[in-house]
Structures are given as structure tokens and as C-alpha cells.
């Protein structure tokens, strides 16, 4: 079946330090993928997507390329600010109806 | 960017009490709207998929007796937990979509916590 992968956390940076978490993802077909980020107490929102094979996903600094060789969709970020500290999911979605979600990977960033 | 309010943001009450939680698209038309659940420190796990005017599809594993879904209007979902007890203590979450082919926005979400 369909599933995504995410690295555990927490990931604890510095700041301004470079950031990678990883996802790999096993699906059928070519699913569209996505990274989401939910602050505290907060519900998720979408950060970057790509919905074919080597398209690049960046929003706020962050990045991700769709890698359908090695199925993977790593989430970086040169230079991390405090600000950044969340939880970041990776999703992926064949049909555009349902999402199929990481386990979520914890970040925090200290001044 | 499109906005999904989710009312009510916490909610505490004594089991054997029903609680229900509203999802509202306020700038666009949800045709489908999902509702999610979240434990501690876990991922989100899909509930059910209701679109307007039609029946929830749940996900395996959810007992739709339990956890009733109403979506009578392109803005509105609401998810009844009915004679809630301890174990229904969790994050719940709902998202919508407009068509097809767009993303879903997520509400920020309501903790329900069961005494």
C-alpha cells in the first residue's frame, strides 16, 4: 500500500544552521507530494508540494525535490530560524483525495 | 489564501456527554471536507471524507455510530462525537477542498479532552 516515511526527531539546530529532514515514500503510480508544518496548538498548513518527478517544491527557504529514483522528497532549509520550530509532516496523495501522512518530524531550533 | 475556521479550539466535558465540532471554509466552497485525528506526538489519521450533500465515507476502523459527520452545506462539516468517554481524548482536525485538483486547508484544529 501507500505510505511515507519521515526521519524521527526531534531534530534540535542551532540557528542559522542547514536543515534536512527526510522522507521516502512508497506508492503505486506517481503520487503528488507534500510538506506540511504544524506550529503549537495549531492545525496543519501546506509549506511546498511537487506533483511529478523532479519537480522542486520552495516556499519561506524551504526546499524539496521529487526524486523518483530513490522516492524520496528530503525537506531543507539553509539557514533555520527559531521561528521554524515545528512539527514538519511529509504527505502524499494518488488521487488528490486522500493524504497519506508521515509520522511527523519535530524540530527545534535554538537561538 | 483560502481559510478554514474549526470551532470550538478546546473543549473539555464529563463522559457520557456529546460534543460537537464545527468546520467552516469562509472564503471559498468546500464541495469535500476530511476529518482527521491526532494522538500525542503522532501523525494524523483520516477519519472520513464527507462531501455535500452525500454520506460520510468512514475509514476503516472508525465507528460512524460514534463519530457522526454532517456536511449540509458547501461551508459547513460538523463532527458529532456522541457519549464521549476518555479514550475519544484527542486532536481532532478538519481540512477542505474546493475542486478536485486543490489542495486541502486545514482548520487549526480542537482538543477534546474527556473527564
Known amino acids: 500500500g501507500n505510505s511515507v516515511t519521515q526521519m524521527e526527531g526531534p531534530v534540535t539546530l542551532s540557528e542559522e544552521a542547514f536543515l534536512t529532514i527526510n522522507c521516502t515514500y512508497t506508492?503505486?503510480?506517481?503520487?503528488?507530494l507534500f510538506w506540511y508544518v504544524q506550529y503549537p496548538g495549531e492545525g496543519l498548513q501546506l509549506l511546498l508540494k511537487a506533483t511529478k518527478a523532479d519537480d522542486k517544491g520552495s516556499n519561506k527557504g524551504f526546499e524539496a525535490t521529487y526524486r523518483k529514483e530513490t522516492t524520496s522528497f528530503h525537506l531543507e532549509k539553509g539557514s533555520v530560524q527559531v521561528s521554524d520550530s515545528a512539527v514538519y509532516f511529509c504527505a502524499l496523495s494518488r488521487n488528490t483525495d486522500k493524504l497519506i501522512f508521515g509520522t511527523g518530524t519535530r524540530l527545534q531550533v535554538f537561538p | 489564501g483560502a481559510v478554514v475556521s474549526q470551532h470550538p479550539s478546546w473543549v473539555i466535558c464529563k463522559s457520557g456527554t456529546s460534543v460537537k465540532i464545527e468546520c467552516r471554509s469562509l472564503?471559498?466552497?468546500?464541495?469535500?471536507m476530511f476529518w482527521y485525528r491526532q494522538f500525542p506526538k503522532q501523525s494524523l489519521m483520516l477519519m472520513a471524507t464527507?462531501?455535500?450533500?452525500?454520506?460520510?465515507?468512514?475509514e476503516q476502523g472508525v465507528e460512524k455510530d460514534k463519530f457522526l459527520i454532517n456536511h449540509a452545506s458547501l461551508t459547513l462539516s460538523t463532527l458529532t462525537v456522541t457519549s464521549a468517554h476518555p479514550e475519544d481524548s484527542s486532536f481532532y482536525i478538519c481540512s477542505a477542498r474546493g475542486h478536485s485538483n486543490q489542495p486541502q486547508h486545514f482548520g487549526d484544529g480542537t482538543r477534546l479532552s474527556i473527564l
Open positions: 464527507s462531501n455535500e450533500g452525500s454520506k460520510a465515507t468512514y
Open positions: 472564503d471559498f466552497q468546500a464541495t469535500t
Open positions: 506508492a503505486t503510480g506517481y503520487p503528488s
